[in-house]
T-cell receptor, first 109, second 113 residues
Framework: RKEVEQDPGPFNVPEGATVAFNCTYS??????FFWYRQDCRKEPKLLMS???SGNEDGRFTAQLNRASQYISLLIRDSKLSDSATYLC??????????FGPGTRLSVLP | GAGVSQTPSNKVTEKGKYVELRCDPI?????LYWYRQSLGQGPEFLIY????????DSGLPNDRFFAVRPEGSVSTLKIQRTERGDSAVYLC???????????FGPGTRLTVL
């Protein structure tokens, strides 16, 4: 079983739609979680950190459920420019960052 | 300010050759990470430096891979006797402290023929 799992997609959604991605992690001791965005043939860039209480940044909302060991990302009012691969990341201090395989999103006009 | 830089951006080599990939982290960042990313996969951890020392090298696939960071800044990933399976994008990231947000470089695309 992989440490961080994601549905690879692709998710094809129309502009303006709301889309949600889930991610599960296997190490219950993981301390920090992040969502990164990666455009085709580019490096990953931090989208947002994920806090236990949940957090929102504009159209993006991240949630963490430690009991079920999953993280979610909700994107509201999708834009064409949101098309990318979204990487879920878990971190355990003293170990390292573990990336999921990514979920590919295509927002269609 | 300047971000993480990596050189070369592309490297094509022949099976069995030796290659060096360089990473210049953001100034002042003590933590430096190397990852390998294959098509359709997320970045796969290779090695992590805290300062000059390799704090965790558990991701290095075998002893053909080695990395150094002699002065706690620039790092070099070295691959001996390259194999076709080594072809991937090699990403470097740095962060101010372990566990902080990582900032990635543009990567080096390695192709082993």
């Amino acid at each position: 079983r992989k440490e961080v799992e994601q549905d690879p997609g692709p998710f094809n959604v129309p502009e303006g739609a709301t889309v949600a991605f889930n991610c599960t992690y296997s190490n219950s001791a993981s301390q920090s979680f992040f969502w990164y965005r990666q455009d085709c043939r580019k490096e990953p860039k931090l989208l947002m950190s994920v806090y236990s209480s949940g957090n929102e940044d504009g159209r993006f909302t991240a949630q963490l459920n430690r009991a079920s060991q999953y993280i979610s990302l909700l994107i509201r009012d999708s834009k064409l420019s949101d098309s990318a691969t979204y990487l879920c990341v878990a971190f355990l201090y003293g170990q390292n960052f573990v990336f999921g395989p990514g979920t590919r999103l295509s927002v269609l006009p | 300010g300047a971000g993480v830089s990596q050189t070369p951006s592309n490297k094509v080599t022949e099976k069995g050759k030796y290659v060096e990939l360089r990473c210049d982290p953001i100034s002042g960042h003590t933590a430096l990470y190397w990852y390998r990313q294959s098509l359709g996969q997320g970045p796969e951890f290779l090695i992590y430096f805290q300062g000059t020392g390799a704090a965790d090298d558990s991701g290095l696939p075998n002893d053909r891979f080695f990395a150094v960071r002699p002065e706690g800044s620039v790092s070099t990933l070295k691959i001996q006797r390259t194999e076709r399976g080594d072809s991937a994008v090699y990403l470097c990231a740095s962060s101010p402290l372990p566990g902080d947000t990582q900032y990635f470089g543009p990567g080096t695309r390695l192709t082993v023929l």
